[in-house]
Every structure is written in C-alpha cells, then in structure tokens.
C-alpha cells in the first residue's frame, strides 16, 4: 500500500486523464481514506492543543526558552554551542518565530509563544496516525493517533514552550522513514535519507533522542533474527543502516562536543523501581484501569503477532487461524505486525531502561519529560493489540473504551495545567512601577531565574517597569549568570542602591534551599527596619514587597494580594 501511494503521487493530471487504471481508482481510495483522515486528525489534535493554550501562566523553563531566544542571534549562537547545547533546534526556531511575530506587531504572549509548541504536537499525531496505518492496519492507525492526541503526558509538552514536542514530531517521522526504509522494495534511498535528516535534527532539538537512536539500533538487530523472508530483506539494508550511522554521527558532533563539558541535570534524584510505576501512571493520567488496559492490549498484540509467525503446524496456531481463505488472508496480515511491534517494542522499551540505569550515575536523565517521547510508541503498540483481536466488534468496543478513558482525564489536565504563577505578580508590580523605580531579584542564579521569569512578563506585557543594570545580582545573558547573585540580600549593596532610587521592589522567587531562604529572609528584615513598606504580594511561586527609600520606617496599613 505504503509503494503505491508514493507510486502514485507522481502520476501527473494528464496521465489520469487518459485512464482511470485500477491503480489509480486505488490512489484514489488510499487519499481519501489516509490523508482526509489525517487532516481530520490534526484538526482535532490542533483544537485540543489550542484550548486554554494562553490561560496557564509561564514557568522558568519557558521563560528560560524565550527570553533566550530573544537575544542577538551572535549571541544566541554562542551560548547555545557552549553553555547551553541542549535544545539548540528549538532556541533557533524560537528566535526565528519571535522575529516574525514582532514584525507583524504581535507580542510574545502565552499563547503566541506556544503555538509552534501545539503545532507540531498536532503534526505528530499525524504521523502516529500515518505509522499506524501504512505499517499495521488502519483501525491500529486511528486507535493510536485518537489516544495519543488525548494523552495528558503530550498535553503537557504540546502546551510549552519547550522543545519537547518538535523533538517527538522528529522522532516520529525518524521511525517512519526507518520502518520504510526496512518493509518497502522502493525508494529505500531516499527513505534512508529522511532517517538521517529526521534523526541528527531530533538530537538537536534534544539531547535525550540518542537513546532514540539506540532504540532503533536495538530494532534492527532483533529484526537479523526474525524467521524468513523479512530476515533477508533486513541483512541487505545492513550497509544501508552503517552509511546513515556514519552520517549521523558526522552531523552531531557540533552538539556533542559542545555537551561534553557535563551533565546539567544534577537537580533530578537517582530514579527507583516505583519511578517506573510513577511514569507509567504519568502517561496513563494516574488512572490505573486505563494503565491495566494499555498493558493488556500491548501485551496481546506483541502476543498475537508472535503466533501468526510460528509455523502453521502448531497447535497454538489455530486460535487465530483455520483453513478459510479469509483466515489465511488475516495470518498474513498479522505476521506484517511482529517486525513493527518489535521495534515499537524497543522503542518503548529502551528509553525507559538506559536512562533508568544511566541515571544511577551523576548524569540524571529518568524524568517524564525526557520519557515523553515513548508516548507515540506505546499507543502504537496498543492500536497493534486492538487491530490484532479477531472479533470486529470486539475491536470496536475496546477502541471506544479506550479513548472514553483517555478523554475522561483530559478536564483534569486543564485544571492543574498552571505550573508557576509568575504573571499575577508581575502584573502588580508593572500597575505600581512609578519612573526611577529599582527592581531587585533573588535568586538570579541561572538555575533559578528570578529575574528571567518577571523579565519575561515585562517584555510579553510592556510597559515603563525594568530592570536597570546596577540592579543588585542582576543576570546577564552576555555572561550567562549573574556575577554576584548574593548581593541582592547583601545590606551593603542595598543601601547602596537605595541611594539612586526613591522606592524599591523586592522580589523573592524559586529559592533553591533553606541557607537562600534564610538570606531572604535576613534581607527582608532589614530593609523592613530601615525603609517603608508600603504595598505587596505574596503568590505561592513569589513574593513581591514595595519600599519607599526616602522617609524613615514606620508602620501602617500595607495593602497585600493573595
């Protein structure tokens, strides 16, 4: 099917003019039925991306990712292949989407800042869809795009932004064009060819997708074992696989020499066993049932393909088959799913336990965020269960179960999609800034990024609030950190400042530990005993207090915002 598409897409208007050969009536039939349906599918994919999209407020990370991508691009360039490698694709990207938004006069709001974000999650979904239909069946394909479009782990990363679902769209498409390159006769080239481009642009979005790689290697030595015919088919794109490893490899090691210094992932714990169970409820939106589901159907997919392969004598054969053409037509169709299931298999798999035993060591690499990208596999794996099960009405009935399950827990992802609440403060504080003002943040270690999250309010939201440079620890993107964090609660530096501004906003948020906290707090207190405090808020991410610095201390009612 997958060669007769692509076959007869190149038929030009002229040629189907002058005869409607049942080729073309079966083009015909495959678009109606693949791509309408894909369309439908990123629509709707889209349309749940999009809802509530500018609503939650911007996290660090993504302030982090913005206010990043807003610098010069020299200066861009030479932070992201030195300080920060990770992500570099999507910095770039970002940095290019922001120009073209301010040249057509939009500011980088929630929603706008997202919305490359939500695009290219309703992309994958098309891809997943597409994986499923032209490698499996068509009701695998719809069964695994309908879940993995309501799934509350890619909701999260189709809603940031954050590089996350570029890095799946690329993913996915890399395991198209590998699957493709590997079942099909035809065009395997250039197949290969898109596996490279897909797969080196995937690391640059994300460091995390050489376990992808990995993955994919780990596939096809598994396929050098099936039984024939497939085993042959897949010792002659040996060569193949060796020319794009080679090519890959040339085409990463900007990214990787400039990842060697070290890990920057010191902040996640070494992962346990429970950790696993945690992610699998992460992905199952901790609805147990739905998890013992997509397990089941996992398992009876990888189950029935592994039957249709074994010889036709076994006994254990006729539980899926009998004599009727129509069951030898449904064997042969099945014995399709074990060399896909396979690799959605390690796909699924691997990530989960390299990162699992790497994250023993220093580098800490377990986390859902990094493991989203299993998401399309195990869907894949479980639309292959419920296209495997012999029963149409079976099938049915499952597959609306399942995605009534998926869509139970979407509402919940909405309601707790807000992760830090940086905007209401910054808000408040652009509403009481009067000119000459002094803003000073703690703690602007870049880890922290007091100064980057209400930086980004102020650049989205304009107005005559900023940050001035001798702001006490100010964080400087020229040096990538802050030269002096400390001095924001130094009392010295403070006076200091006070001097050349009437009033001051002191700004506490993300304090790493209890020594930060209490340097906060010392601050606090004396800044209380020497100015006047006036107004404030006190959200549960920061705390905002506003002094006067040219009338003594006193007391008196202050104004405070929960």
């Given at each position: 099917m997958l060669?007769?598409?692509?076959?007869?897409?190149?038929?030009?208007?002229?040629?189907a003019k002058e005869t409607l050969s049942p080729r073309w009536h079966q083009l015909v039939s495959w678009i109606s039925s693949t791509w309408v349906l894909s369309a439908l599918l990123f629509t709707v994919a889209l349309g749940f991306n999009l809802y509530r999209l500018g609503t939650p407020g911007i996290w660090?990370?993504?302030?982090?990712s913005v206010e990043l991508a807003r610098q010069p691009l020299p200066l861009l360039w030479h932070i992201i292949f030195g300080l920060e490698p990770n992500m570099e694709l999507y910095y770039l990207f970002l940095h290019a989407w922001l120009d073209v938004t301010a040249m057509l006069g939009l500011h980088a709001t929630e929603f706008v800042v997202r919305l490359p974000s939500a695009i290219f999650a309703a992309l994958s979904t098309m891809v997943v869809f597409l994986l499923g239909r032209c490698f499996l069946t068509m009701p695998a394909g719809l069964v695994a795009a309908g879940l993995y479009l309501l799934n509350d782990l890619q909701l999260v990363y189709a809603q940031q932004a954050r590089s996350y679902?570029?890095?799946?769209?690329?993913?996915?498409?890399?395991?198209?064009?590998f699957f493709a390159a590997i079942t099909t006769e035809s065009y395997q080239k250039r197949w290969w060819v898109c596996y490279i481009g897909a797969t080196t642009l995937a690391v640059y979005a994300h460091l995390f997708s050489l376990f992808i790689l990995l993955a994919q290697l780990c596939s096809f030595a598994g396929l050098l074992l099936l039984p024939e015919p497939g085993r042959s088919r897949v010792r002659r794109q040996v060569p193949a696989l060796l020319i794009s490893l080679a090519a890959i490899s040339v085409l990463i090691i900007p990214i990787l020499l400039a990842a060697l210094p070290g890990s920057k992932t010191e902040w996640l714990l070494a992962p346990h066993l429970r950790d696993i169970a945690l992610l699998l409820l992460s992905i199952s939106g901790d609805s147990k049932i739905y998890l013992f589901l997509l397990a089941a159907c996992c398992v009876s997919g990888l189950f029935v393909a592994t039957l249709a392969y074994l010889p036709r004598d076994t006994s254990l054969l006729t539980c899926i088959a009998c004599n009727s053409s129509e069951d030898r037509k449904r064997v042969a169709e099945l014995q399709r799913f074990l060399p896909i299931g396979l690799g959605l298999a390690c796909w699924l798999i691997v990530p989960v336990v390299v990162s699992y035993i790497v994250s023993q060591g220093s580098p800490r690499l377990f986390s859902p965020r990094y493991l989203v990208t299993i998401v399309p596999a195990l869907f894949l794996l479980v639309g292959m269960g419920v296209a495997g099960l012999r029963w149409y009405r079976v099938q049915v009935m499952l597959a609306v179960g399942l995605l009534a399950l998926a869509l139970s827990v979407v509402p919940l992802y909405y309601r707790s999609a807000q992760v830090e609440d940086w905007n209401a403060a910054s808000f408040w504080l652009e509403q009481h800034y009067q000119a000459g003002d002094g803003l000073v943040c703690y703690d602007n270690a870049v880890e922290q990024g007091c100064q980057i999250s209400?930086?980004?309010?102020?650049?989205?939201?304009?107005?005559?609030?900023?940050?001035?440079?001798?702001?006490?620890?100010?964080?400087?993107?020229?040096?990538f950190r802050s030269a002096h964090p400390e001095a924001a609660v130094d009392p010295t530096v403070l006076a200091n400042y006070a001097t050349k501004h009437p009033r001051i906003f002191f700004i506490v948020g993300r304090l790493p530990n209890a020594m930060a906290a209490t340097r906060s707090h010392a601050a606090e207190l004396w800044l209380n005993s020497h100015y006047h405090l006036i107004a404030q808020i006190v959200t549960r991410t920061v705390t905002v207090r506003l002094y006067t610095t040219d009338r003594p201390p006193g007391t008196g009612l202050i104004p405070s915002f929960q």
């Open positions: 060669q007769q598409a692509v076959e007869g897409s190149a038929f030009s208007d002229s040629r660090f990370d993504e302030a982090f679902s570029l890095q799946l769209l690329l993913i996915c498409i890399a395991w198209y064009a209400i930086e980004y309010y102020l650049h989205a939201y304009p107005g005559a609030a900023h940050f001035t440079a001798d702001s006490p620890g100010a964080f400087s993107w020229a040096t």
